[in-house]
């Protein structure tokens, strides 16, 4: 009965420095999504996948963020030449919304990216 | 663009006084969250409100929608101590069929603190 984990916890990185986090959703959990939190904010979504597909990549800020699900479970989130304004706690969720008319989503415990 | 605005921002109460926490989002809506979120935590689920006129509580808490109004409140009954958090809504907006698109929009958060 686990519920969504991420890993690493903590990541300090120089800025330029490429990074890659890790989110294991709830078992048997079809949409994954990742959020950006930074401090006194509410979540910002990033990217949504529904299995292994993004089904709204929207919120990515540019591209140096990059995020994939190859096998419709495990998703990384990987961002190239990392800036100080990247500094923030990367949430990931999971639900079971697969074409469900509402979408209660469950958060994992984050990864606070601190780039200096 | 949808807009979810909470107020107060900052809320401050006594034990055993009562308060409410107010949503207002900018675009039609019938399925809003709310989430609580302890300081350096994940976030977690508190209510899930589907339809207009939805009434949900859960000890101390009771949270209710309005689609028309476009506001969902959070109230807070008897406050106790324990209910130091940041509360959060969410709004998910859906297509015409009903079904969701997937990613949340948040509110700023609002900053609760019950001292006695």
């Known amino acids: 009965g686990a519920g969504v984990s991420q890993t690493p916890s903590n990541k300090v990185t120089e800025k330029g420095k490429y990074v890659e986090l890790r989110c294991d959703p709830i078992s048997g959990h079809t949409a994954l999504y990742w959020y950006r939190q930074s401090l006194g904010q509410g979540p910002e979504f990033l990217i949504y996948?529904?299995?292994?597909?993004?089904?709204?990549d929207s919120g990515l800020p540019n591209d140096r963020f990059f995020a994939v699900r190859p096998e419709g479970s495990v998703s990384t989130l990987k961002i190239q030449r990392t800036e100080r304004g990247d500094s923030a706690v990367y949430l990931c969720?999971?639900?079971?919304?697969?074409?469900?008319?509402?979408?209660?989503?469950?958060f994992g415990p984050g990864t606070r990216l601190t780039v200096l | 663009e949808l807009k979810v605005e909470q107020n107060p921002l900052f809320l401050s109460m006594q034990e055993g006084k009562n308060y409410t926490i107010y949503c207002n989002y900018s675009t039609t809506s019938d399925r809003l969250y709310w989430y609580r979120q302890d300081p350096g935590k994940s976030l977690e689920s508190l209510f899930v409100?589907?339809?207009?006129?939805a009434v949900k509580q859960e000890g101390r808490l009771m949270a209710s929608l309005d689609t028309k109004a476009r506001l969902s409140t959070l109230h807070i009954t008897a406050a106790v101590h324990d209910l130091s958090a940041t509360y959060f809504c969410?709004?998910?907006?859906?297509?015409?069929?009903?079904?969701?698109?997937?990613?949340?929009?948040f509110g700023q958060g609002t900053i609760l603190t019950v001292h006695p």
């Open positions: 969410a709004v998910d907006k859906s297509n015409a069929g009903g079904t969701s698109y997937g990613k949340l929009t």
């Open positions: 996948f529904q299995g292994t597909g993004a089904a709204d």
């Open positions: 409100l589907l339809s207009n006129g």
């Open positions: 969720a999971s639900s079971s919304a697969g074409g469900r008319t509402y979408n209660e989503q469950f």
